[in-house]
């Protein structure tokens, strides 16, 4: 039997997503929760069956010294809590975007390099069903060479922007206060895993502000990604626009196949493949081809995963970790992937400055 993993969690609200997956986890046991908000932080507690509630995440790392921290906090805190982890040996999950800045990129990345503690981002749209069977397709050449991609997220969340009291949220300096894609991992993640290139060069323009001329970002920015053979991925983000939610909607193109997700409740998902469609004009369910080709993590998916927030996502990515922790696989998702799904996303923000300059996007793996 492995060694149990004591597991941490940073950021009690969204935290509560992961409870479940570490809790059933044999092999985990949740030993410490922190939380600067008072009532979030005893809920999580009353909840769980935790004891030991912090309101610092320096002292629960040095006092409850678990061997694994999840960094669910806003995002202006996902790298300073995963580096002081890290230098302390201790393994990390860390919520998306993996920072906030270039410069904490490249720190956060430095502080891997030098720790031997697992690192992971928590980019758990890569595991939704769809996306997983689409990226088995791709791995199985049906799309031939994938060459372009689109992902969106829709999502309209002002009522997140203030508290009760209209005092601001993180949300309100960190996604919107900003101008840019300045969330764009959900639709950029699965992308890159079809793509399966990096990121070289971005342009983001976007469509003015219309909606809440409180905000600094405008209503839809689209951030273009360029590789270095030439293949395009398009990411639109919009968090203001009136409209009702629409995260999940990917495009896939190659040169033998394409995919287009459903774009609204109640629809499917299809696809068309030369190899199996007779008809060059007339797409397929994806189901279709979910006996032969669907990843094992789907076929059977326990009750948790089917319960677990973001369409399985919250589980599956916990699963993985748990693996990587204990040495049986590397992360999926690690530094370097991490930071090709955040980088361009903060490069987007000189280049919407600059009237949709192209920009060169840093390579971590060269710092």
């Known amino acids: 039997m492995p060694n149990e993993i004591k597991v941490a969690f940073s950021g009690a609200r969204r935290a509560g997503s992961f409870f479940k997956a570490f809790q059933t986890h044999p092999e985990t046991e949740i030993v410490a929760l922190c939380d600067p908000y008072a009532p979030t932080l005893a809920a999580s507690g009353e909840a769980t069956g935790v004891t030991q509630l912090y309101n610092v995440f320096e002292t629960m790392l040095d006092e409850a010294k678990p061997d694994a921290v999840v960094v669910s906090s806003p995002m202006q805190y996902h790298a300073p809590q995963a580096i002081a982890a890290l230098q302390r040996g201790i393994h990390v999950l860390s919520e998306v975007t993996a920072a906030v800045s270039v410069d904490e990129c490249r720190w956060l990345t430095q502080a891997c390099n030098r720790s031997d503690a697992i690192y992971m981002m928590a980019e758990n749209y890569m595991y939704m069903k769809p ?15 994938t060459y372009y ?69 405008e209503d839809t ?8 053979s030439e293949k395009l991925m398009r990411i639109r983000v919009d968090m203001l626009s009136k409209r009702p939610h629409a995260m999940t909607n990917y495009t896939l193109q190659g040169t033998k196949g394409a995919y287009e997700s ?18 060059p004009d007339v797409w397929v369910p994806l189901e279709t081809f979910e006996e032969e080709y669907m990843p094992e993590i789907w076929r059977d998916p326990p009750e ?7 369409g399985g996502g919250d589980y599956f990515e916990v699963m ?14 690690d530094i370097h992937a991490a930071m090709d799904m955040t980088l361009p996303g903060l490069v987007s923000q000189d280049s919407i400055r600059q009237g949709g300059e192209w920009l060169e996007v840093p390579n971590s793996r060269e710092w």
Not at 131 to 145: D, M, P, R, T, Y
Not at 320 to 333: E, H, L, M, S, T
């Open 221 to 228: 920015v689209l951030l273009l990604c360029k590789t270095a």
């Open 304 to 310: 948790e995963a089917v319960r677990a927030g973001h």
């Open 320 to 333: 993985d970790f748990v693996d990587a922790v204990q040495g049986r696989k590397p992360p999926p998702i």
């Open 262 to 279: 459903r774009r609204r409740p109640g629809e499917g998902d299809w696809i068309w493949l030369e190899d199996f469609c007779d008809d």
């Open 131 to 145: 996306n997983v069977l689409v990226a088995a397709l791709v791995e199985a050449g049906l799309f031939g060479e």
């Open 149 to 217: 991609a689109e992902g969106e997220y829709l999502h309209e969340l002002s009522v997140l922007h203030h508290m009760p009291d209209g005092s601001p949220t993180w949300r309100y300096y960190w996604q919107v206060g900003v101008n840019g894609s300045t969330y764009p991992t959900h639709s950029l993640g699965p992308c890159l895993m079809w793509i399966k290139e990096r990121p070289e060069r971005i342009s983001c323009i976007g469509t003015g502000i219309w909606t809440d001329p409180e905000h600094a970002m």
